[in-house]
């Protein structure tokens, strides 16, 4: 093995291992986090959470679950009652998505949310993000989950360019996640990207002054 890919190797496994023991420290609980046995939950937080502040949804979600805890709760709701729960989030037509993406559920899944890809991205609101996130935290399916935030930080520390302009560094991106992946904690690891980019390595101002991953990140531009 070359010193280069020794190198890399030690770079891996020092993102890895960092963001693990980040981790530990800094896990942010939610209402939707560490649920069990419960995809249905997960799938309504990862539809909310879309392009909004996690601590924003958490109230809401509390609200909509108590309200609707299952996919027929859901599915019998009156589309403005659940607009009238997730109006703080702005984005009401959430609701609909939500509404009929319950009845989906009913209508082929028995009311169940399903463990498999190509039929997550089939439902409503569901996108690749969504359907990973889903799997990953509502089934302990060891997958990788990528969204703009766990890019810019895989972009920053291993040098690849971000934002993402062209499809090989995208295919690049794709492969460096899955390869990132741990065997085992994966859940805590993804959690752990997902805490690392909100609270650190931030789309403005990143935190690398305090940043456990600052003596190996490539983006050292970043402190000036
Ligand atoms: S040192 Fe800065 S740019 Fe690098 S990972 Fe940490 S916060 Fe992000």
Redo the contacts with the bound molecule.
Sequence with gaps: MSNNSEGMLDKKSFFVSTILDWETVNYRQFPWRNLKDNPFGVLVAEILLIQTFAEKVAPVYSLLMQLYPTAYDLASAQVNAVEDVIRPLGLTYRASQLVSMSNVLIDKYSGKVPDDYDELIELRGVGSYVACSTLCFGFSRRVPIIDANVER?IG??FDLQWPIRDARTRREMQKLVGQLLPLKRFQEYNYGLIDFAAL??RHRR???GN?Y??RN?S??R??A
């Design positions: 930080v920053r520390f650190v390595c990143p935190n690398c940043c991953l600052l990140c983006s050292t970043w402190l």
